[in-house]
Each structure stands twice: as C-alpha cells, then as structure tokens.
C-alpha cells in the first residue's frame, strides 16, 4: 500500500523571504484532462543553457499525472520551450519554488493550450529560505497493522535542518489539539510503530531551519489507515483458465494478505458450480507456506478440476484463517469456460441460439464493450441475420482506450490442405483515423497473435490499407457488408480468431457488429446469403411488399442462373431466377419481383435463400429476418428508461427525469421562440372494440415549476393502416394537469399511428410534460398466479409471490395485509386477498392460502436442489439443477412491479447448466421463476 500526497494547482503565492546562497529543488507538474498523456506533446526546460526534455506518457499515473523534481541554484536562468502534440487543450504544466509556490502555468484554463513556441517563459532561480519538505515529496509507505514508513525530500544542509512529524489517531491538527505525538530529527526517512491496528491516523510535518532560526510551513494533513493484523483471501485463480479442449485440470489459486502479520496455515477450499470439489483435508486444502505482507502466494490443490464438457464453469475459491477479522475479501468467484475445439467444416455461426462460445477479453483499464444479444442502437439496431449477434454494446457506444478483443473458438484445421476463407457480416461506425478494427489470429494458443492482412481473395477487407485496419464507416456508408480473406500460413494448425477493438480517448461511437461467421477453405461453388430486408418502411410493410436480397459469391467459380427463394411465415416458397454473372468475390443484391403482404401479422418470418448445383457450403446459403409491421396491444409508455421507444419519432422533445424527482417524462419547453410540441408513435393494431387512448399532459411555468393555466390546444391524429391521410381524432383544450382518455371503436379492425400537436397559447413560457401514453385493453382477467412457500410449526415465516400471465407491466398490488410489492413475507397460515391492477388499469383478484408446511410431491422435490449463484450478481446469473429424469424447464425473470424482464423456454432436459445475463437490469431486487412440470420455485435475485 502507498499513500502519496498530490499537490492542487491551486496554490497561493508565500511572500518571499530573505535568500542566501543556496542549492533547492524546484517542481514541474505536467497533467492532461484526458488521461492519455500529451500525445507526443514535449516541453524542453534549460537551466543555465543545459536542456532536459520532459513529456507525459500514458502510462504515468493513468496519463494525467507527473511530477519532477528540478535541482536548482540560486541564480540559475531557466528558460521553457513547448512543441505541441495531440489535443493539447487537455495538456498543462506548471512550475513551483522549493516552497510549493507558483511561478508559472501554461494551459490550467479551460480549452486553453500552452503556447507553442520557444522560450515561452523564462525566470531566475531564487530559492526560498527554510521552506517545508515539498509536499509531493512526502511519501507514507510499508504501512502495516501497527507501523507505517515516511520518507520526503530533504532540505539544504546548509540550513541545518531539524524534522517534525506530529500525528495522532483520527482528525487531528495540532495547531487546535494539544494530544499529539511528536517526533523529531535530521533524517528524512522515518518508521513510525505501536500504532494500532485497522485504525485511521493524521501526520503532519515541518522542519526548524537551525541555521537560519526559522521555522518551515507545516504540510498536512497526511492520512493513513493502519492494516487489521490477520486478513487473507483469495485474489487469483491462475489455473485453470478460460481455454480449448479443457479437461483434468489444475487448480492453483493466489493467496494475498491483506493484513499487517505475515500469515501460515490455514485451510483453503473451493467449489465448483455450487458443487463441493471434494478437497480431502488434512491431505489436501491447507496452505503451509507464509504469505508476507502486501504479498500474494499460490497454492496448487492436489484434486482437479475436470471441465471436460464445453461450456461455462463457476469457480468459488476461499481462504479459512482463524479469527481473520475480514471474511469479505476471503472469497473469490470467477467464471472459466471450456471453449469446444472445432473439429468439423465448413464452419457457421450465425449466434442465434447463444453466444457461440465466442467471448470477449480485454488489455489496458477500460472495459470490454463486446456484448453478445439483439442490438438496440440507433444506427445498429438489428442483426444482419437473425436477431442476435455480436455488438459493441447492445445500445451505447464503445469506450475511451479501450482494447479489447472478440475472440472465437478453436479451429483444428489439420484436415485442411489449403488456408481457409474467414468470412463475416460486419459493421463499422467509429472514429475515422483513430479507432480500428482488425482480424487476429494465433497458432500457438494465444501467445502471439498476427493481424490478417490485405489479400487478393480479400472483399472488403480493410478501409485503411496503409495501415490495414477498419476505421470510420469501414468504407460500407453505415451498411452491413460481407467481409472475406483468407488466414494466410495456418492450414493443418490449430488456430484461434479474434476481432482487436482498439480507440482513443476522443469521440465514442456505436462501434462494430460481427454476425454470420463463415471458415472453410475456398472452394469452386460457393454462394452465401449476407442479408434480407423489406423494400417498403418497416413500421407498415404494405400488401405487395417486395424482398430485397444480398449475397456473395465466396467461390472461385462465376455464377449464373441461381435460383433465389423466399418464403413468409413457414408459407409458399417463391422461386426467381438471377441471370447473373456473379464473378467471385462479388455481391449481389436482388429484389423480388413477386410481392408479399407484410400487413397480416404483426410480426412475419421471412427466410430467404440461394440455390446453386454444386454449392460446396450450404449452411450458409440461408438468411431470416424478421418483419415487425405494428406493436401489440394493450400497450403502455411510461418512459421510465429514458429511451425512445422503438418506432416512435419524438422530434426535439426530451426524455428524462426533468425535476430530479424520479419521474421520467416526455418534454418540451413550449413558448414564443419554439411555439409547438410534437411527436409520432409507432404503428399499433388492430384495434379491437372497448380499446381506447389514454395519456396525462402536465403544465408547468418555466422556471418556478408553478402549474401554467392558459387554456392550451392539443390536437390527436391518427394514421390508419399507414395511410399517409390524417384524421383528427381528438381535439382538446387543457389547463395544467389533464388525464385523457380517446375511444377508439370508430377504428376497430384499423392499425393506427398516432401524432400529437400541442400549441403555444400566445403568452407565457411553460414545460408540457406527456406521460403514460397508453392504449386500454382489458382481457377477461390478469391470469394471475401464487407461488407459495408455506408457513411452518415454528413461526409465521410463509412466503407468496403473485405473479400475472396477462395485462401490462408495472403492476400494482394490495394485499389484504397492506403489503404492496409482488412478494410478501412472514405470513401466518390463513386466507390473503390481493388485488393486482396493470399499468392501464385493468384489474384482478386473487385468494392465496397459506398452510402448514407439508412434505414435498415429486414436481416440487425436483426443485430443492436448485443453484443459483453468485447472488448477489453483477451480471451473469448461474442456475444448475440435476434432474433424475428428463423433465420440461422454463425460467422468467421479473421486477417487483410484476414486469418481466426476461423468459427463456429450455425444454427437455435432465439437467439445467444455464447463464441469465442480468447487466443491462438496474440494481435492485428480482424474481427469478424456474418452473419444472407442474412444480414452480421463485428466489429473489439482488443485482448491485
């Protein structure tokens, strides 16, 4: 542990006093804003002719930080040259005396930049006399539970220096508390000791000039917290690691100690997936070695790991010291995956199903930003192919510095001849010049990795080719497109890929889509669909609707006379044929002259497809994608994530908590400069007869938050089965707050847009708020159900949870107990009315009986075994289960507003291995439902 002062810029100027000849040690600060160092940025510093280059580098503290320490005489000419190098408005430097005090800066204002010249200042040496060790020389240091080391710049000889360190435990300060302890002397390097463990101190120092009878500044105050005696866990697990073709591996840990004692024997275990490994002590699980302080040591288990199947593995590994006075850092729980070696070709991953065992790894300090899943960007907002694939966030942008990596599974290509064709989807929106993109790969299990170069087999490959990487749109005009080369030099090895994500620190973008991976060596016939979409807009279709169809010939041979197929939602099959030629390498994009209605669901399945005689790979000759015309309904906008919801045009309105008060509202400011308030939603149907239009418009002045109650204008469109023509559906005149409700039963059968038109009355300046935009639909009832643990002999410990099959999320509930969340606890047997209404307003009843725990059925002992973990989670939850038979399994996840955030259908299976990705949920409380034949279990789950 090391604890350094760093010095503020903002320091105040001493008033000099009287000099003699003397050597010091003036101070150079240089910073950046950004944190990536001066980007090649020099400032050259001359002392008496004599020149010494300095700059700051990435790595020095993080890139924002360094200081150095200048020796200097009395009378010494020193003089400052500067070059620039990138974004020099975050970069600034200053010059301090041996007494902390300012004598230059350049570039501490905002945006500013240091002048780019020669000899921009110049000053004469005059050192200080008896001035206080510098600040940023004082250095805390082998802090131990009852010691700790201080070292700090010492002064001139000549001013005979006699050192004070004054400290006590807690606040203190000497100049108010008289209680301190006082050490005193001419060294400069100090251990402090019987201080007491796991305890906060406060030092300061200064220094009596002896030769000049004066006292130095005090520097301080200096904090420090003393280390607990005993507290060890473990911080490593080095074996095994996350790798191909995994099987009896071994388990080595490290072992910190985090206390101020060095540390032996003491046992050590771990799990796996929940499931002991079976360490069998004494003969195996206790450390015999000493771990020293503020070291880290390892230790090998005698049992293996056998990880032997692919997929994903909990590891929970912990230390047992007795009386260790801290168990939260005892544990460490870290996930490995054994990544399947593939062994059979061609290969296809078009990430559908999962993730494909492709993973995401990363250097330096930020983040990974890869997520496997349904992009929900603004420009990437679908897959290629499919729903999922592999993004640069799901719906943010990539980050700062990042490097990180995508990286694929394990290629055994020993039965291959030839070097084999990559091919993808692909797409690039980032910074032009600055931000990359390449294609990596290894032969020798990751230890060294080669950039995929341009080749002559290449299509697309590479926008940059002098310095061969993809940057700004990647050359596509934000378009997904085929990309292919071949992997040069790797037929008959074993081979790993990866995607190398590489940015700067300036302008974040949505980043790269990777979708419908494709390797196999190059043969003559080879046509593969790259992706299919609709002509007309998405958000309507229309009855004679026409596919559009991309493909590439990744063959050697020319294409002619292809037949293309489509078909929707599992109908007819539509055959054209397409002349061509199609040379290799090139892509074609075909449109359907036999239309399709795309109005009849809400959501068609339209898969296209070549076919080619002789077609070498045809697993890759097909594409889905998937046709969303209207939403459902009931449906129910309450803005709460801030987003704007799929479909809907919001114009320069905002969506956000404007009042800080957890209420998050669609909002304009509405007056004479900006007279109007406008938005469109998305396409909803069809209407059905009692449905209605429900919102709330709240009016408020700009500025003291007062209701505004001028009568105010609010006009209500709708576009019918997207028709262009608007019809006027409801016209309203509203004072502050108003709730609305529109029938729509002159519309039954009609899928409706709506736009809405709020008009400045002529006088004020007012925020109109729009919320909980709805269309009522109420069905027969919510379906609701009670998942019940019972009530036992020992206390009123029963538990209930109500979970709705129907209606619309947020939910409310009142229970007859006065509880009012999904869940309620210590419930004594006996009868429980809740009532349950949905976000618009339909409601439910239902009895829920609580008895006394009896034994278990067969459905409902399957479950008593169930994993799930880590839990508290901060993203991905494991659930295991081992089932004595195979047996149907389902899983949801839901919010204590009754929302359900996630359903994932498994199907048959005699065991559960499965990964829910809780990230992108807010922190908070969740139900977690695992429901097994007739048998259900609910857990809460805790996401921090």
Known sequence: MLIRYCLSLLLFAAGMS???????NYQLLMEDTFGDGWNGGELTIRINGVSTMYTLERDDNDGFFRSVFLPVNNGDVVELDYM??????ETFFSILNNNDSLIYSAGVGPDEEPPDSMNIFSFVVECEACAAPAANSIEFFRVRSTSVDIRFLSLPPSVDPLYRIQYRGGDYDPAVDMDGTTITGSDTTYRINNLAPDSLYTFWIDAACQAEDDTTAIRGPFQVMTQKRKDVGVTQLSSPVTGCDLGAEDVT???????????????????????SAGVQMPNDGIYTGVVGVDSTEFFTFDIRAFLTSPGTYEFQLWTELEDDEDNSNDTLTISVTHIPLITEFPYVENFEENNGFWYSDRQGRSPSSWEWGQPQNDLIDRAPQGRNAWVTELNDDYFNQEESYLVSPCFDLSGMTTDPLFSCQLFVESEDGFDELTLEYTIDEGENWRKVETSPAGINWYNDLENQRWTGDGGFGDNFRTVANLIPGVAGERIQLRFALRTDNGTRLEGFLVDAVTLTERMGDNLAAAEAFSINP????????????????LGLNTAENVNLSYRVNGGDVTTEVFAGP??????????????FDGTTSSESTIEVWTELSDDFQLNNDTTVFYLRTREDIPFFEGFTDGDTPDGWDISDNFIADRNDDGEVTMYDNVWSLDPSMTFRTANYGLIESGDSLRFKIDLYNFGNETPYEEPTEVFIYAFSNCSQDTILIEELTVVTDTSVSISLEPYTGDALQFSFLLLWPGTGDFWANFDDIAIRRCAADLDLMADVDHSNSFGDNGVATII?????????????????????????????????????????IITVTVDLDVAADEATELLQDLSVYPNPTSGLLELRLDLSRATELKAEVYDLTGRRMLTKVI??????????????????????RLQVDNAARTIRVIKQ
């Open 253 to 275: 840990i490290g072992i910190t100690n985090f206390g101020g004692e060095p540390q032996a024997f003491f046992n050590v275990n771990f799990t796996i997936d929940g499931v």
């Open 582 to 595: 199609l040379t290799a390498g090139q892509t074609a994009t075909y449109i359907f002259s036999t239309p």
């Open 907 to 928: 199907g048959r299976q005699i065991s559960l291995n499965e990964q829910f990705d809780f990230s992108a949920f807010p922190n908070g409380v969740y139900l977690l």
């Open 18 to 24: 009287t000099l003699t000849a003397q050597d010091c």
């Open 84 to 89: 620039h190098g990138g974004f020099p408005n």
């Open 538 to 553: 998405e958000t309507c279709s229309s009855p004679t609707d026409s596919v559009s169809f991309r493909f590439t010939n």
């Open 804 to 844: 709705p099959g129907a209606g619309l999320a947020p939910y409310t509930f009142n229970w007859s107990t006065g509880d009012s969340t999904a869940t309620a606890d210590s419930l004594a047997v006996g009868d429980y009315t809740v009532t349950v209404t949905d976000a618009v307003g339909c409601g439910d």
